[in-house]
């Protein structure tokens, strides 16, 4: 289930599954089973299942886990600004075609048995399958892949419109045919676009206010049901005997478990006493103390609780502390540098986070997508007609973050800072920063999760001693997910990550149109023509190697605009788990695997007494 942790929809139905589709003669249009952006296609039309599952997994037993990173839920309603839904309720809707999880970038058919693309690409067109059905028993048709799109568009959360912005219609040309029309030039995403939207009813949704939130679980066409559910504490869902692609190749040897539960707990902490109580079964860890230090209990000594760290071949994306440039303070880039080099990374490497990490400085990390070095001549290609916009330090060597000397209270990366605050006009008058505007230059680190205060108090103490008026405030996170949405913050953490090729989605992550859409993903409000352009360069690229030139421009200027202090990542996945689940010997290449291709062992359960 390769669809299940994506409750908000867009990074997963939409920007994990943007790919170019092949070519389709205007009269005999040549219908493929799948799509690839760069490349062939792995697996051919009669491919019976991945690679990467058992397809003879037993079915049965329940996967319970940890809810986070909220620590709460309010609604089934994943397409919406509105509420905060549950974990895992994006499974419920099956969409047009499903990812495959060891490739960059293939998608394969699930509703649509097959897919055909223009030879302008300005439109595609998909056959459904007629066994197609929602879970009440009635059809999918093309009429209601039409209202999806329709709806989504028109009333879903605002990345849905900037992303099918170019997607001007869709039509159902019979009851199993739907064709989506494009315009512009920039269009070698939308056909994947519209192939990981989530199929809705029309009927449904005739009867249900879309743009509400709600309790009442909806009608989808999934593996998975809500069964039970508990505000704010807990949700489980049951498979679906009856589910209809349960036989698919795309679905062989998946959604293996008769129950999936999410357990949702204050904080981190007691999540993990959760695992240890054996409240739920699986966690992945994403502290680095708890993982060093949190499991020396005899469960994990005699083998009852396994550990283990699977390899990420994905990007490891942008984890930082961003900076709400909608807010003066925040206007100047060298105020913004200044507060990266008050972060003392080595400090709480060493001494919070065990030496597990390395630090980020990319937007790109961890891909070849990453900029290094002083642009190539392709790079300088793209960015010399901005020569005039952008600053010198785009064209040298990219930024990278001051590496202190690890005492946390590095007097000479200060000092700097201090230099670099004068030098934007932010003065020291009774030993508090002042800003040009005669403010005092205070900053706010919002949270909802306490663990996060050991890592910000030695920064806000940095803060401090330069005379930046830096104080912490704890929310939880409903009130958290309000001010995100509204941008009512100084400072958020976030982790942003991209997917192995990159398309559209970043018009919503940096482009000018989201810096003032309430709910997008444009945290620091970037509002730059420069990145603009360059993101239609990364829509319009032709081949990976432009693709990545594009990007590496792309992370150039955004690590020249300081728009965040760079924190850490760790290239794998630190897993632990009760003892009572089998899974595969090949893991997917780009996702961990689990629960997708695991399934519920019943020798092992038994031998730990559990059901």
């Not at 099918?164 to 869709?170: E, G, I, S, Y």
């Not at 939308?190 to 009867?207: E, H, I, N, R």
């Not at 201090?418 to 020291?428: H, N, T, V, Y």
Request: with cysteine; charged share 25%.
């Amino acid at each position: 289930m390769t669809r299940l942790l994506c409750c908000r929809g867009l990074a997963a139905t939409i920007g994990g599954f943007m790919l170019l589709a092949s070519s389709m003669p205007t009269v005999a249009q040549e219908f493929r089973h799948g799509l690839s952006t760069f490349g062939d296609l792995k697996y051919p039309a009669d491919f019976k299942h991945f690679d990467y599952v058992n397809p003879d997994a037993p079915k049965g037993g329940r996967f319970s886990t940890y809810g986070g990173p909220l620590n709460s839920f309010d609604s089934f309603n994943p397409f919406i600004l509105k509420g905060d839904p549950a974990t895992g309720v994006s499974m419920l809707f099956d969409s047009l075609m499903a990812r495959a999880a060891d490739e960059p970038d293939s998608m394969y058919g699930l509703v649509a048995k097959e897919v055909a693309v223009a030879p302008d690409r300005m439109s595609v067109t998909f056959r459904l399958r007629s066994e197609a059905k929602f879970s009440d028993g009635s059809p999918i048709t093309a009429d209601d892949v039409v209202f999806s799109f329709d709806t989504l568009k028109a009333k879903g959360a605002p990345a849905y419109r900037i992303t099918l912005r170019d997607v001007v219609k869709a039509e159902a040309l019979d009851p199993q045919t739907v064709r989506y029309t494009f315009q512009g030039t920039l269009v070698r995403d939308l056909p994947t676009a519209v192939a990981g939207l989530a199929v809705l009813s029309k009927a449904y949704y005739s009867k249900q206010d879309f743009e509400q939130t709600t309790l009442e679980p909806p009608l989808g066409s999934g593996a998975y049901r809500i069964a039970d559910f508990r505000v704010p504490s807990q949700i489980t869902y049951k498979r679906r005997d009856d589910y209809w692609a349960k036989d698919l190749p795309v679905n062989r040897g998946q959604n293996n478990f008769d129950e999936i539960r999410f357990e949702y707990y204050r904080d981190r902490t007691a999540a993990l006493e959760g695992l240890k109580s054996r409240t739920y079964d699986f966690r992945e860890e994403y502290t680095a103390r708890d993982w060093a230090t949190g499991y020396e209990v005899a469960a994990v000594k005699d083998g009852r609780i396994k550990r283990l760290t699977l390899p990420d071949a994905n990007p490891s994306g942008a984890q930082g502390f961003f900076f709400n440039t909608r807010r003066g303070k925040f206007s100047d880039p060298r105020v913004r540098k200044a507060l990266d080099y008050a972060f003392d990374y080595e400090f709480a490497n060493k001494n919070l986070f065990y030496g597990l990490y390395k630090r980020t400085n990319s937007y790109f990390e961890n891909s070849d997508m990453m900029a290094t070095g002083k642009p190539s001549p392709e790079e300088l290609a793209l960015l010399e007609p901005f020569r005039a916009k952008l600053p010198a330090a785009v064209f040298e060597a990219p930024y990278v973050s001051p590496v202190s000397d690890g005492s946390g209270t590095d007097r000479k990366l200060l000092r700097e800072a201090a230099r670099l605050l004068d030098e934007a006009g932010c003065k020291i008058k009774d030993r508090v920063r002042v800003c040009p505007s005669g403010d005092a230059l205070e900053i706010e680190f919002l949270m909802y999760e306490g663990s996060f205060e050991r890592i910000i108090a030695p920064y806000v103490k940095n803060l401090q001693a330069i005379g930046v008026a830096a104080t912490m405030r704890l929310v939880d996170s409903a009130q958290y997910q309000r001010r995100v949405k509204s941008f009512d913050f100084d400072v958020v953490t976030q982790r942003f990550v991209l997917r192995l090729t990159p398309g559209i989605e970043m018009r919503n992550y940096w482009g000018s149109e989201t810096a003032t859409m309430d709910g997008s993903p444009n945290l620091a409000g970037i509002k730059d023509p420069v990145i603009d352009a360059l993101i239609e360069k990364v829509v319009d690229a032709k081949s990976r190697a432009e693709l990545v030139t594009a990007t590496r421009a792309i992370d150039r200027v955004l690590r020249a605009g300081h728009y965040w202090v760079p924190q850490w990542y760790k290239a794998a996945h630190h897993i632990a788990y009760w003892d009572k689940f089998s899974f595969p010997e090949t893991k997917p290449k780009y996702s961990r695997g689990v629960p997708d291709t695991w399934w519920f062992d019943a020798a092992k359960a038994a031998k730990l007494g559990s059901n």
